[in-house]
């Protein structure tokens, strides 16, 4: 059976091939396995079957090109990998509620060229990788020694957020932000607002038995939200930043690190910290590569 690591290794190339063959026989014999196994732990890991991975991430890239620039939307469909404009078309509606045009008309107007490339990037970055963070993949030998690899004080700005909120077991923590990340993302590429920064998750709570927990999405202007996804602000003001790099397990050494030096340096916590994803699963299988920014707010003196 394949494991996690594999089928991030397999998806780190899917990425880059979504206008070719990405039928279920192509992607197994693609990873040497056999339809039966692959599509198996494929659901396992990912949380969805290959057909309607591969298609939500289409269509998605569609979205961000259609709502960040003028290609026609022929092109944006042949290039996304649909035979058709009207196959491309009924796709679209079933996800997104409209077609691709209305979907490009009702994109918000007056948004400078950097924030609309940044809304592709984003989208191309984070698309792949919605239900994988805090994934578990066995420890390798090259584990970091010291996982909080910086820290400082920054100022940061109010963020607007969409975002689901969750109450989860700590062993519970990939599979609920998975869940959250799949609503609040697509339900973000559906207002046509550019994304503004990497996914997130802000913990309100944290007993000894469950956590309180939203995970979202940064966008660059405020948009309504509804049923479960909520729209939000992450506050601004001062706050201790930390890089941590490693595995998502060993986060907890980072935010012990980080209580340390708010302590030796006269601060203390403000409010409920949160982490940024700077890094994908899907980019970079080897989970010592993976690098999150922890941002948690100070008190006022």
Avoid at 231 to 259: I, K
């Amino acid at each position: 059976m394949p494991s996690e690591r594999d089928i991030l290794q397999l998806l780190q190339t899917l990425r880059d091939r979504l206008d070719g063959d990405v039928s279920l026989g192509a992607m197994a014999a693609k990873a040497g396995w056999s339809p039966f196994h692959f599509h198996r732990a494929f659901r396992i890991v990912v949380g969805d079957t290959p057909k309607r991975y591969t298609q939500r991430l289409r269509l998605e890239r569609a979205a961000a090109r259609l709502a960040s620039g003028s290609d026609p939307v022929l092109r944006i469909a042949a290039d996304a990998g649909f035979a058709s404009h009207e196959v491309f078309t009924r796709a679209f509606r079933r996800q997104f509620g409209k077609a691709p045009s209305a979907y490009r008309a009702h994109a918000p107007g007056g948004v400078a060229p950097d924030a609309k490339a940044r809304h592709l990037s984003l989208t191309d970055a984070t698309a792949p990788c919605v239900g994988l963070y805090h994934i578990h993949i066995e420890p390798q030998p090259r584990r970091l020694s010291m996982p909080m690899l910086s820290i400082e004080r920054r100022e940061l700005s109010p963020a607007h957020v969409l975002i689901v909120r969750a109450r989860c077991a700590r062993h519970e923590l990939s599979k609920t932000m998975g869940e959250c990340f799949g609503k609040a993302f697509p339900y973000a590429m559906g207002t046509g607002v550019p994304l503004a920064g990497r996914p997130f998750t802000r913990y309100l709570s944290t007993g000894p038995g469950l956590f309180t927990i939203e995970s979202g999405c940064v966008l660059a202007a405020a948009t309504q939200g509804q049923g479960d996804v909520e729209a939000a602000t992450l506050p601004g003001g001062g706050a201790a930043v930390a890089m941590h790099g490693g595995s998502y397990d060993t986060l907890s050494d980072t935010y012990a690190e980080m209580e340390r030096w708010m302590e030796k340096n006269g601060m203390q916590p403000g409010g409920a910290p949160w982490e940024s994803y700077i890094t994908d699963p899907a980019d970079h299988p080897d989970p010592a590569e993976w690098r999150t920014e922890i941002y948690w707010p100070l008190a006022n003196k």
